[in-house]
């Protein structure tokens, strides 16, 4: 399916997660780079504490720097009818097609929730639908489909909120070495992750990661290089060159990713050419597996004095800032940052156009 000559593009930013600011930062570049004369482009916010800001209201506050929504701000009117969920998409252009890109990182954004409220209201998204987003979100389950299909992992463990202070206990059961780390089950941008390298910290580091979720994962920690490989398609996805990441630090925490900037990265990574093509074909398993579309970053630990390749997880809405992994590993396989767009809106048409073919009634 081509991509239409001009169409409204309405970027989705902000949310209720802690990764808030990630969200703002990386609207804030898709808006400054996309071609205003292929879109129309709509800001729409989310604040913290929920409120729809009006589109020029997220733009100016973009504009301006803001790392974060003013809470203060105007509220969109109420969401109406399934024919106009969005009411900032409609302005002007009323005849351009619509497609939401949903820059909305963690929970209430990309696990699943804002793409069911866009798939009852039948407008086209960018990205991977309700399982899809739910399924990778959600670390834990994640896993345990992963596993189900025989794709490598490190050993882990999952815990509720309610079990935290029998960590210890758990993961000597489950015979994981220190160190570990300890994450939320629904999160990424390294928030509320921990190294623990011996007993002592592990409860005070599930206490952490339960403050931000109510499931935690502890995985088996491995000195292993952390290699990235971003995947684009929706039937016949395709994986881009396979890039490194170099933290500053232990592991490749927020303030790397977005503070200080110390971590580098390396692209395309340096590694054997069948190491590389194995990682880049499990990108694409994974991939296929967790019923994603549209995009994902799917990140990977390779052992390098076993041989061994490990699946970490899998983004569904990677960052788009100019330090992200994930337009940068495109842009290394060729595709710069306007055509990758161009590419993640044919393929939300794509797909809004084949589901719509689905029928509904008997």
């Not at 696990?111 to 739910?134: I, K, R, Y």
């Not at 994902?296 to 061994?308: I, L």
């Amino acid at each position: 399916m081509s991509r239409p000559d001009r169409v409204r593009l309405v970027v989705l930013f902000g949310g209720q997660s802690a990764e808030h600011e990630v969200s703002c930062e990386s609207a804030y570049h898709v808006l400054r780079a996309v071609d205003p004369s292929r879109y129309a482009v709509e800001a729409v916010g989310i604040t913290r504490d929920g409120q729809w800001v009006r589109a020029d209201e997220a733009a100016a506050a973009l504009t301006a720097g803001a790392r974060a929504l003013p809470s203060g701000a105007r509220r969109l009117d109420a969401i109406g009818p399934a024919t106009d969920p969005l009411p900032a998409v409609h302005h002007g252009d009323g005849d351009l097609p619509v497609v939401v890109l949903p820059i909305l990182h963690g929970t209430r954004g990309e696990d699943g929730t804002v793409q069911g409220m866009l798939e009852l209201a039948g407008v086209p998204f960018v990205g991977s639908g309700v399982l899809g987003s739910a399924l990778c979100m959600d670390k834990l389950k994640a896993k345990d489909v992963l596993a189900a299909h025989g794709l490598p992992q490190v050993p882990w463990v999952g815990l509720r909120d309610t079990e935290v202070e029998h960590a210890t206990a758990r993961v000597a059961d489950a015979g994981l070495a220190y160190p570990v780390f300890v994450k939320p089950a629904n999160l990424g941008s390294s928030v509320g992750i921990s190294r623990v390298v011996d007993p002592a910290g592990l409860v005070e580091a599930c206490r952490v990661a339960a403050g931000y979720d109510e499931w935690v994962v502890v995985e088996q920690g491995v000195t292993a290089r952390e290699i990235e490989v971003a995947v684009l398609g929706n039937a016949e996805p395709r994986a881009s060159v396979a890039g490194e990441i170099v933290p500053a630090g232990d592991f490749y925490d927020y303030e790397d990713k977005y503070v200080d900037g110390a971590a580098h990265d390396v692209i395309p990574a340096e590694l054997p050419e069948d190491v590389a093509g194995e990682i880049r074909r499990l990108a694409v398993d994974a991939f296929t597996i967790l019923r994603c579309e549209g995009m994902a970053r799917v990140d990977f630990f390779y052992e390098e004095a076993t041989g061994s390749v490990f699946l970490n997880e899998v983004n569904t809405i990677p960052g788009f800032t100019p330090i992200s992994m994930y337009p940068k590993l495109w842009a290394a396989s060729g595709l710069d940052y306007p055509a990758l767009v161009d590419e993640l809106v044919r393929l939300a048409l794509e797909r809004h156009g084949r589901r719509s073919r689905l029928r509904t009634t008997r």
